[in-house]
Structure formats: structure tokens, C-alpha cells
């Protein structure tokens, strides 16, 4: 008797039903919508980073997530780097040097992450390479090139070939600061 007499009023008011059940379907479309797209966008936030920031492994100092400091690294990295290597499902592997720093050019300046690699080793666990938008990646044919994202060109408002300064500490706690040329943007 319940159902029945639910039935009927529901359909009472024509309008009203209509519109509270076109808000639901409406609200359930979005709500999925949402869901997708947010989903979407984490899974490729996350390729991405894969892809050019972290790789699939990184191996630090336990205590380098936590301070950063240049000091934190792993003695006799080549040895180590050798015997992840040999491990049979082991594609690639590249040795990184990370340091917070400054970057200068003659306008402006930044605090940026400062990854010193070898191009040939990183070009096998990243996709920078794939995305040089201007210019070329690292060669070591020129003196002290560097890449730098078109987001930070823009900011420190530098173009290809453009002189920058990167200043950061060494393993001492000195400051040490070099010259660098901009052979290419990603």
C-alpha cells in the first residue's frame, strides 16, 4: 500500500519530479565527470613525473628527502650504480647530482633544483629529450651547457644561447657560482 501511495505522489506534481529527477541525474553525470577527469589528470601528473623528474627508482641518503643537503650523498655512487645495473630486469640507470641553488640571468632570479647528470645515461631514463622545444639537448662539445624549462626562460626572461649563472654550495659549504650557456629549453 506504501509504494503505491509513494507512487502517486511522486507523479502529483509532474514538474517538480522532473526537475528533482533531471538535479540527480544531472548531479551523478557530474559527479562521474569529475571523477574521471580528476583521475585522469593524476595518472598523467604522475606519467610525467616518471617520465622526466624522478624515473622509476631513485636511491638517496635516507635522511636527503628530509634536509636536502648536498652533503647527503651516497659514497662511491659509480660502484653502486655498477651493481644495480647488473640486476637482469634493470633497463638503464643515471647517476644525479641534486643541489638547491640560484640561477641568474642579467634581470631576474630564481630559486630552482639544480640535477647535474650525464646526457648520455639520462637521456635513457627520461623523455627531456624528446621535449627540447628550442635549441638541442646536452652535448659535450660545447663548454657548460645547460637546459632549462620554457617556463623558467620566460621568467628569467633568456632565450637560446643566453648566458646564466648558477650559484649553489659544494660539498664544503662553500659557495660556488659558474657561468652557463643555454643550448636548449624543454
Known amino acids: 500500500m506504501i509504494p503505491i501511495m509513494s507512487w ?4 502529483r506534481n509532474r514538474t517538480r519530479s522532473l526537475v528533482v529527477i533531471a538535479a540527480i541525474a544531472l548531479g551523478i553525470w557530474a559527479a562521474m565527470f569529475m571523477s574521471g577527469f580528476a583521475t585522469g589528470m ?3 601528473y604522475l606519467n610525467d613525473n616518471i617520465a622526466n623528474v624522478v624515473s622509476h627508482l631513485q636511491i638517496h641518503d635516507p635522511n636527503y628527502s628530509k634536509e636536502k643537503d648536498v652533503k647527503m650523498m651516497i659514497s662511491d655512487a ?3 650504480a655498477n651493481n644495480i645495473a647488473k640486476y637482469p630486469n634493470v633497463k638503464s640507470i643515471s647517476v644525479r647530482t641534486l643541489v638547491n641553488g640560484m640561477i641568474a640571468s642579467s634581470k631576474e632570479a630564481r630559486g630552482i633544483q639544480v640535477k647535474g647528470i650525464d646526457p648520455e645515461e639520462e637521456s635513457r631514463v627520461s623523455t627531456i629529450a624528446e621535449k627540447i622545444i628550442e635549441g638541442e639537448y ?6 657548460n651547457p645547460i637546459l632549462i ?3 623558467l626562460a620566460e621568467r628569467l626572461d633568456v632565450k637560446l644561447r643566453s648566458k ?3 650559484t649553489f654550495q659544494d660539498l664544503n659549504g662553500e659557495i660556488v657560482a659558474a ?6 629549453i624543454f
Not at 8 to 11: M, S, V
Not at 138 to 143: A, F, P, V, Y
Open 8 to 11: 502517486r505522489n511522486i507523479w
Open 42 to 44: 593524476v595518472k598523467g
Open 78 to 80: 659509480a660502484t653502486t
Open 138 to 143: 646536452l652535448s659535450t662539445d660545447k663548454r
Open 149 to 151: 624549462s620554457d617556463e
Open 164 to 166: 646564466v649563472v648558477l
Open 179 to 184: 657561468a652557463f650557456r643555454v643550448t636548449g
